[in-house]
């Protein structure tokens, strides 16, 4: 039995907020992107981080893999990467006429998929099977990666060069994208500090193990979503659809990424229950990566965070489940 299971609600509380605090020592001034980024893996979904370089896609990476008790895989992205590189390889022994797996770094918890859209995309859909069902095939054998099992990817603007477009299908699997952008001046200053004497992730010792964050993940999927809710997400993945400024709109595995977001945001917050709160905090990282702009839209530079905020203010907002129980 895991050791997750001998802790109160209370205690994973405060356990997730230590883990927040000290990433947030590595990154400074980025709490709330933090935050994001252990919401989706309570969540059990992978994170894509877009940003241009330097801003510290890979430090943040790093200082969350240095946090948790558990395997790290890194896999530098290239033009020239090949899919074995990713998923592993058999070796032929001759002496004994066997083939010998060896596992490529994407059979870890944690993977770090660093600027992903610089491989061709025959090398990133090597990524499609352990996205969506945690598992990958060489020479066809199947195996099953860890839990929990996180990939976190770095992207560069698509305007760099050496760069590729992620398929719709693979941007879809990706539970959030966040932006981290640059830091206040204060804020770059303490990070100078704190750098100055060499690597603060090297002395990082773990928070939590992989087998506490795997029994908090199924405790996510147990927290209630009421059926007000349910429609309140339904209508708003209605809108995406019929929207004149967008070519495709929200799946319904969308809609399911976004429930599953606010189920995990309410449990951070200490609840087993969503609120309207929730499913707001989370929607425009969830969303805006999912939705595809038409032509006339992409020309007048219109993002997709701002149609998701768009949505959000037409759609009326249900009454908080706990209110209206109390109410009834």
């Not at 859209?117 to 060489?138: D, F, G, H, I």
């Not at 928070?207 to 999927?221: K, N, S, T, Y």
């Amino acid at each position: 039995m895991s050791k997750s299971f001998a802790l109160s609600h209370d205690q994973t509380t405060v356990l997730l907020e230590r883990l927040v605090s000290r990433v947030d020592q590595v990154v400074i001034g980025k709490r709330h992107e933090i935050e994001l980024i252990i919401i989706a893996m309570l969540q059990g979904g992978h994170v894509l981080l877009e940003d241009i370089p330097g801003v510290g896609k890979t430090t943040l990476v790093r200082a969350i893999a240095a946090s948790l008790g558990s395997s790290f895989g890194r896999i530098q992205f290239t033009s020239d990467i090949m899919p074995s590189d990713v998923t592993g390889v058999a070796v032929y022994h001759p002496h004994s006429g066997d083939f010998e797996f060896r596992p490529g770094p994407v059979l870890s918890n944690i993977v770090l998929a660093d600027e992903i859209n610089r491989a061709a995309p025959r090398t990133q859909s090597a990524l499609l099977e352990a996205m969506e069902e945690r598992r990958v095939t060489v020479d066809g054998v199947t195996y099953n990666l860890p839990r929990p099992f996180l990939l976190l990817a770095t992207q560069n603007p698509l305007q760099f060069e050496g760069t590729y477009r992620l398929p719709e299908a693979q941007m879809d699997r990706f539970l959030m994208r966040i932006s981290l952008g640059y830091p206040q001046p204060e804020q770059e200053v303490d990070m100078l500090g704190r750098h100055q004497a060499g690597s603060v992730i090297e002395e990082m010792k773990p928070v939590l193990l992989a087998e506490e964050m795997a029994g908090m993940q199924r405790m996510v999927r147990t927290v209630l979503v009421d059926e007000s809710i349910k429609r309140y997400l339904v209508s708003v993945a209605d809108q995406s659809r019929r929207h004149p400024k967008t070519s495709l709109g929200i799946s319904p595995r969308g809609t399911l990424a976004w429930m599953g977001a606010a189920q995990a945001h309410a449990y951070y917050r200490g609840r087993m229950y969503v609120i309207p709160d929730d499913v707001k905090a989370v929607a425009a990282a969830v969303l805006a990566h999912r939705i595809v702009l038409s032509p006339d839209s992409k020309l007048v530079g219109l993002k997709g965070e701002e149609l998701v905020l768009e949505w959000l203010g037409k759609t009326p907002v249900p009454m908080s489940p706990v209110i209206a129980r109390a109410s009834s």
